[in-house]
């Protein structure tokens, strides 16, 4: 089949975009942006051509349009190829449309799906075989697997549209406040959505929220006791995470991992729980976590004399206080500061305090102004960078015109984090700090 791709360079379009190509479609892509994103290494590697502005591709009668939810019928490009008669799927159905035809494994929450995501389709890669869709723009199909690993995001309730055979659900906190008013809206909803699963629920049993939900048929993971599969003995020692694995009470096997912070250490236990339900010999389950590299922008790092750079998808005020406990533990001797982008008003309104209270545990904040594609500033009066910066000591406004601002630091680890395209500000700050090395 045919795809043209509106806003092709988004993590969930390119995302599905990759992956569709690799099972044998014709993928074409249109973005407003014409620079480079992270998510264009896949896109790139397969050849598929990106037009922009008004250089528009001569599409065949019978592609298929999809569009990301970034945008909306308003769009130039959209309304074009909707007078032209061409048949547009929302990305939400479309994804539906592709979990229905595989054994999917869908990977739910609030934190930590792009990461168990990718735990998961590396195992499953060196072992059954499987396509996956992971949120960090990495997307690949396999023809000859039945098995679709997929990263589901509960953002405007688009999950509901899957048809997982079986779900992982990492926790569940409040977020995505333009469509969940209230947590208690978010747990209905994730209800809905566990409620979809054919065969095994694997959650967290760490997580109050997650543990409200009715099921089935669950497995659990965590450091609780009432775990089926739990940690125990974790420590951080040479530079490396590691701890052991009970099964049933059982001891599973020993990990060493070259990752920091209890949340990744969930992150492992999941995608391992999900490898004993599919008989994957734990041989290959340990080979390929104790190798594991982070998935992309999350907690990247690039060394630069004494100081740290640290690229993270942070954007909830739970992540941002993850982001700087793993920070903390790794570099227990070094500053810590934040450079953050906040990504929609409704969420930096909704969580303002939360925002408030993480940012405060760094030893110094840098905000940029918030960053929406989605919503418009004038709809949300009360809220602003400005607000933020007022309530966190030590902290004040910055912009790729002030990035110089960083310049004279030493033995500092900064956590750069957004949802959002911070890829500027980082790169103009390892600029800065190659040339004062180089002097």
């Known amino acids: 089949m045919k795809y043209y791709f509106i806003g092709i360079k988004g993590s969930g379009m390119s995302t599905l975009a990759n992956l569709l190509f690799d099972l044998g479609n014709e993928i074409t892509g249109y973005d407003d942006s014409t620079g480079y994103k992270f998510t264009m290494e896949g896109l790139n590697k397969r050849n598929i051509p990106i037009y922009h502005g008004e ?9 298929i349009v999809c569009y990301t939810a970034a945008i909306n019928e308003t769009h130039h490009e959209v309304k074009r190829v909707k007078d032209l008669g061409y048949r547009i799927i929302p990305y939400k159905e479309l994804m539906g449309e592709l979990s229905s035809k595989f054994e999917t494994i869908c990977v739910c929450g609030t934190h930590g799906k792009t990461t168990t995501s990718l735990m998961i389709s590396e195992i499953f890669e060196k072992t059954l075989g499987c396509s996956y869709f992971v949120g960090d723009g990495s997307g690949k199909g396999d023809k000859n697997s039945h098995i679709l690993i ?16 079986n779900t992982v659900l990492t926790n569940i906190e409040l977020d995505h406040t333009e469509t969940y008013p209230n947590i208690d809206e978010m747990i209905k909803t994730f209800q809905e959505f566990v409620n979809k699963t054919k065969n095994y629920c694997i959650i967290c049993k760490d997580d109050d929220n997650s543990l409200k939900l009715k099921v089935n048929k669950a497995l659990y993971y965590g450091f609780s006791d009432e775990s ?15 701890f052991d694995v009970y099964y049933k009470n059982v001891f599973f096997d020993h990990y060493e991992l070259n990752l920091f912070g209890n949340h990744l250490v969930l992150d492992a236990l999941a995608s391992i729980l999900v490898s004993i339900l599919y008989d994957i ?6 080979d390929v976590l104790e190798h594991f590299v982070p998935a992309k922008r999350r907690f990247n790092e690039a060394i630069l004399g004494d100081n740290v ?8 005020p739970t992540e941002i206080r993850v982001t700087y406990d793993s920070a903390k533990q790794k570099y227990p001797n070094k500053r810590i500061v934040a450079i953050f982008m906040p ?27 918030i960053n929406c594609d989605r919503e418009r500033k004038e709809d949300y009066p009360n809220i602003s960078s400005s607000k933020l910066i007022k ?17 004279d630091y030493n033995n500092t680890v900064f956590c750069f984090m957004s949802c959002a395209y911070i890829s500027p500000l980082i790169e103009e700050t390892k600029k800065m700090f190659k040339k004062e090395i180089l002097w």
């Open 55 to 63: 250089d528009y591709p001569k599409l065949d009668k019978d592609t």
């Open 150 to 165: 997929m990263e589901s995001c509960e953002y405007n309730k688009h999950f509901l549209s899957y048809h997982p055979f």
């Open 228 to 242: 089926d599969l739990q940690v125990k003995n974790k420590v951080v020692i040479d530079n490396k995470t590691k």
């Open 281 to 286: 010999p734990k041989s290959i389950i340990k």
């Open 309 to 316: 750079i640290i690229d993270d998808y942070a954007h909830h």
């Open 343 to 369: 990504n929609t008003y409704s969420r930096t309104e909704a969580l303002f305090d939360d925002f408030v209270k993480s940012l405060k545990l760094y030893d110094k904040a840098y905000i940029t102004e």
């Open 391 to 407: 309530k966190i000591p030590n902290s004040e406004l910055i912009d790729i015109k002030t990035i110089d601002k960083l310049k």
